[in-house]
């Protein structure tokens, strides 16, 4: 069986589990910038939150409290659903789903791809 080539490796390599939930995060803070029933606002601040404290808690144990820490906590307290903060009128979140999406997107594309024995070889 011969080996796929390098660049399959490294696409199949870069699809990581934390990836996947910060393009998640990204897309549907994205989604958000339409008109959507309010529902899907909720739903979103549930996701959102998630995938920011996975994201937080991920560069914490790898490189203590940095910039993303600070950026993904200010992401968490602004999305969580728990205790909501309400800006009132719709357009103002609009840049804060815009600036969030780029954010989670800068983040999945900043991230290692995870080192496997092929790549070592």
């Known amino acids: 069986m011969t080996n796929p080539p390098r660049s399959v490796k490294n696409l199949n390599s870069a699809v990581t589990p934390l990836r996947a939930?910060?393009?998640?995060?990204?897309?549907?803070?994205?989604l958000a910038l339409v008109r959507l029933p309010i529902g899907y606002y909720t739903f979103?601040?549930?996701?959102?939150?998630i995938g920011a404290l996975l994201l937080l808690y991920h560069?914490?144990?790898r490189?203590?409290?940095?910039?993303?820490?600070v950026l993904?906590?200010?992401?968490a307290?602004?999305?969580?659903?728990l205790l909501p903060i309400y800006l009132g009128d719709r357009s103002l979140w609009l840049p804060f789903n815009l600036t969030g999406g780029v954010l989670f997107?800068?983040?999945a594309f900043r991230m290692p791809a995870p080192h496997?024995?092929?790549d070592e070889q």
């Open 77 to 81: 307290i602004l999305f969580n659903p």
């Open 44 to 49: 979103l601040r549930i996701a959102v939150t």
């Open 116 to 118: 496997t024995r092929a």
């Open 63 to 69: 490189s203590g409290i940095n910039a993303w820490v």
């Open 21 to 30: 939930v910060a393009l998640l995060c990204a897309a549907l803070l994205f």
């Open 59 to 61: 560069h914490w144990t």
């Open 105 to 107: 997107m800068v983040a």
């Open 72 to 75: 993904f906590g200010a992401v």
